[in-house]
């Protein structure tokens, strides 16, 4: 054990190795590459999903269908049972949400849904509630506004 290793216990990053060094470093020579080949000279890489030659997975795999992936509305989703952290007469969006840490926000847009039980009575602004959600929290006697995907107050669609 040398000075070197005494003084970099606890540290949080292990140290560079030092590579190309000579033969009795462990690492000379080569430097760890090999003899001759691709991977064995300067400014060898490979692209992402290369298999060593072999049919790579992606091309084995049949492509077929559609896939609405990148068009989805992904919503941060919420049970209303969570809601009861909230002191009554509290106004509950997002932002709150996320000041409770009752979410981690993964989108803009939330959507409640009605699993568990509600007894505060709280206003609530959300871009989307499941009909058991929209239940409870009306039956607990508070209120729901349901808001567009900018955050603004959704015009009443039953005009």
Do not use: W
């Amino acid at each position: 054990m040398d000075l070197k290793t005494v003084c970099s216990k606890g540290t949080k990053y292990a140290t560079r190795q030092r590579v190309g060094r000579g033969t009795g470093s462990g690492n000379g020579k080569t430097s760890g590459r090999g003899h001759k080949g691709r991977g064995q000279r300067s400014g060898a890489s490979r692209r992402a999903g290369y298999e060593g030659g072999q049919m790579p997975i992606y091309r084995q795999v049949p492509k077929r269908g559609f896939t609405n992936a990148r068009f989805r509305t992904d919503y941060t989703i919420l049970n209303v049972g969570l809601l009861d952290a909230f002191e009554d007469g509290a106004t509950v969006d997002l932002d709150a949400i996320l000041a409770k840490g009752l979410a981690s926000k993964n989108t803009e847009l939330l959507k409640l849904l009605g699993n568990g039980d509600l007894s505060t009575k709280l206003t609530v602004r959300a871009q989307r509630f499941s009909k058991t959600a929209r239940e409870k929290i009306e039956k607990a006697g508070g209120t729901v506004v349901e808001l567009d995907g900018r955050g603004r107050e959704a015009a009443a669609s039953d005009a």
